[in-house]
């Protein structure tokens, strides 16, 4: 199975989040992350967010600790001082990666993880919708049982297709959604 390090700005988004989980979950991909990289998303949605609350924050977090118990990585921090990024905070990201010797890691700022450093550790970066479509075209069908488990998890409040999928859209996925049109009775 494929493993891929979910950065902190991928795991901001509950929408993205959760539809990546839920993929995981049919054992399309393992995902991989710190509690750095938990404690950066976090971090973030709580300042953008006030009204979240933290103890919120951390349920999701022990949520995802409790479906995904090996996924948190430890064991690489002596490793990030060492690497070079064109974002000296990304480092972390890649020494997990590295570490967890995963192939894939999925984030919004490609340019922070050019591919002359990733290629010598057999990593590539790679955006969430970018990641969705490789794993629709590895196996669509447990990508389907996913989208639609994830949205009829939605009860607060529910979505119809066309307010999910416009969702997901303004979350980047839209290559992803462009496949979901076209299978919206399975959606």
């Known amino acids: 199975m494929i493993s891929a390090v979910l950065d902190a700005n991928v795991l901001y988004s509950s929408s993205q989040r959760n539809l990546l989980l839920r993929i995981a979950q049919r054992k399309m ?29 951390e349920h999701t977090r022990r949520n995802m600790e409790s479906y995904f118990p090996n996924s948190n990585v430890h064991g690489y921090e002596s490793m990030t001082p060492t690497l070079t990024l064109p974002d000296p905070n990304d ?17 919004s700022d490609l340019g922070h993880f050019p591919n002359t450093v990733l290629l010598s550790h057999k990593i590539e970066a790679v955006s969430p919708d970018d990641f969705v479509l490789r794993l629709i075209q590895l196996a669509p069908l447990p990508v389907l049982e996913a989208v639609r488990k994830h949205r009829s998890d939605l009860t607060r409040p ?15 996925l839209t290559k992803t959604v462009a496949f979901l049109r076209e299978h919206e009775s399975d959606v």
């Open 29 to 57: 991909f393992f995902p991989v992350w710190s509690d750095e990289i938990h404690e950066e998303w976090m971090r973030n949605l709580a300042k953008n967010r006030p009204d979240l609350q933290w103890e919120k924050l």
């Open 91 to 107: 480092r972390h990201v890649l020494a997990v990666a590295i570490h967890a010797e995963a192939e894939f890691i999925v984030t």
């Open 158 to 172: 529910s979505k119809t297709v066309e307010e999910y999928l416009s969702t997901l859209e303004k979350q980047g």
